[in-house]
């Protein structure tokens, strides 16, 4: 995570984080930290939220019946955890999410795991209509306490070039 300490006064200072687009060198790889642990009320939440009904996520007597024995955690959760936790080093500085494409659930996350992500930069290029920013691709990698990875995505993200966030632009 790249943070900057900003001195915004007389003997003021803030930290801000994130890479502008020419900060993002493909190959790069990003392990984000800390890690965070999913408990049973972060899923039965995210089920009422986004009104997942299905009971493999919140009905204990069925999650035995399943194949896997248990509960298991509602999958857009585990993509999301995995966004949020690439924020700092990925698009703290991005003016928009272009896109997720092939995401991939590989293995079955429980309430009681740990994931730890990772971002690899595949690729980056200026962006043919905005001039003050560019396009990154990265691929997040997201694996729990065993070291086993439980989920796979790629994503495109217009960030800004230096000079030209929002924390430049504005006195953020």
């Known amino acids: 995570m790249v943070q900057i300490i900003k001195q915004v006064g007389p ?37 009422l939220l986004t009104m997942n009904t299905h009971p493999l996520h919140f009905d204990e007597q069925y999650g035995k019946a399943s194949e896997f024995g248990r509960c298991i955690v509602c999958s857009p959760l585990t993509v999301s955890i995995l966004v949020g936790m690439s924020v700092t080093d990925v698009s703290q500085k991005a003016i928009a999410n272009l896109g997720w494409k092939e995401i991939r659930l590989t293995h079955p996350v429980f309430a009681g795991d740990t994931l730890y992500g990772e971002s690899e930069v595949l690729e980056k290029r200026e962006s ?45």
């Open 128 to 172: 043919a209509s905005r001039p003050t920013a560019g396009i990154v691709g990265v691929r997040t990698t997201g694996k729990n306490q065993d070291g086993k990875i439980v989920c796979v995505f790629d994503r495109s993200i217009l960030v800004a070039k230096k000079g030209h966030s929002v924390e430049d632009r504005a006195n953020y």
């Open 11 to 47: 003997q003021r200072y803030r930290e801000t984080f994130g890479r502008h687009f020419e900060d993002f060198q493909v190959g790069d790889v990003y392990e984000h930290r800390p890690g965070r642990t999913i408990t049973e009320t972060d899923n039965t939440w995210f089920t």
